[in-house]
């Protein structure tokens, strides 16, 4: 009787590594995807943006195909829903774009704290398009989102002016692209997604290439842009394997931490601190979208794409 015990405390406690592990793994994705989204605001000032998406895609299909066809060979081809995974990478294709543009003319941390309300927006337009019951606290948490949206941007200012439609615009289609994952989930495999983003949103951005490639000016903004691709490669398997080991209502409050890790790409890089009332509204989308997000996932199990270009 005695052995029971002790081989309950040494269940929890391999259950308890798992989930820190995936804890950690998840820090380390969000961390990848804040080196991605500090590169490529870098890469804007010189490398065209269509040019830079295609190079961020192309390096994720190639690097997700060496890896995980000679471990999973045609069943990682295999699936009953062709069309949605096509549609499914064109709306990343265009987030990636509008995330490009975005940044631009937004600091890395106000960008992201705004591209992390899109569980919320998800939240609308399960409420307005799939008629799905939504409760008085979903509704309180969407309005505080929204609140803290319009703090940062400040709209009238002279802040960002006409700017702010794209990150509003992009919020929307990865909203688009969060429904739509949430529907393949119940019935894909989740390297089989991953392995059809990456491949049509290549196939799509190479037919604008001809039209916009052009020499860079060293072979730093080669590295550069390898940094992207190696960044959002690994960001997504990181957080493959983080779902593997924990719950996604455990770990999705976690991506919120995205925001200090751009703060401190912005801070770094480009001596760049959010205002005080910029923090009062990234603190209100980080408490009301890891409150909401944790709520969608525990609803649904399915987790929520974290923000990244």
């Not at 065209?48 to 961020?56: D, E, H, K, Q």
């Not at 960008?111 to 399960?126: M, R, S």
């Not at 590295?223 to 983080?242: E, K, N, Q, S, Y």
Request: with cysteine.
């Amino acid at each position: 009787m005695s052995a029971v015990p002790g081989a309950v405390k040494s269940t929890r406690d391999i259950a308890s590594e798992r989930i820190l592990a995936g804890i950690g793994l998840v820090l380390l994705a969000v961390a990848c995807f804040a080196t991605l989204d500090t590169a490529t605001k870098i890469s804007v000032t010189a490398v065209p943006i269509l040019m830079g998406v295609w190079f961020r895609y192309a390096f994720q299909a190639v690097a997700t195909t060496a890896v995980l066809l000679p471990l999973y060979g045609t069943s990682l081809l295999r699936t009953a829903h062709p069309r949605y995974h096509v549609l499914r990478g064109a709306l990343l294709l265009v987030t990636s774009v509008l995330a490009f543009l975005s940044l631009q003319y937004m600091p890395l941390a106000e960008f992201t704290a705004i591209v992390l309300i899109a569980p919320l927006v998800v939240t609308l337009l399960a409420a307005t398009t799939l008629k799905e019951h939504v409760s008085v606290l979903r509704w309180t948490l969407v309005s505080g989102g929204f609140v803290g949206t319009l703090v940062i941007l400040r709209p009238g200012g002279s802040s960002y002016s006409w700017a702010i439609l794209l990150p509003i615009g992009l919020v929307i289609t990865n909203a688009w692209f969060q429904v739509l994952t949430s529907k393949l989930a119940q019935t894909e495999n989740p390297l089989t997604m991953h392995f059809y983003t990456g491949w049509v949103g290549t196939l799509i951005a190479s037919c604008a290439l001809p039209f916009v490639w052009s020499a860079l000016p060293g072979w730093q903004w080669w590295a550069l842009l390898c940094l992207m691709g190696l960044m959002g490669t690994v960001g997504h398997f990181m957080l493959i394997l983080a779902y593997q080991r924990a719950p996604a209502s455990t770990l999705t409050p976690y991506l919120y931490s995205q925001i200090a890790f751009a703060m401190l790409g912005g801070w770094f890089m480009f001596s760049h601190i959010p205002d005080q009332v910029s923090l009062i509204g990234m603190g209100m989308i980080a408490v009301c979208g890891a409150a909401g997000a944790w709520l969608t996932v525990r609803e649904r199990r399915v987790p929520i794409e974290p923000a990244e270009t």
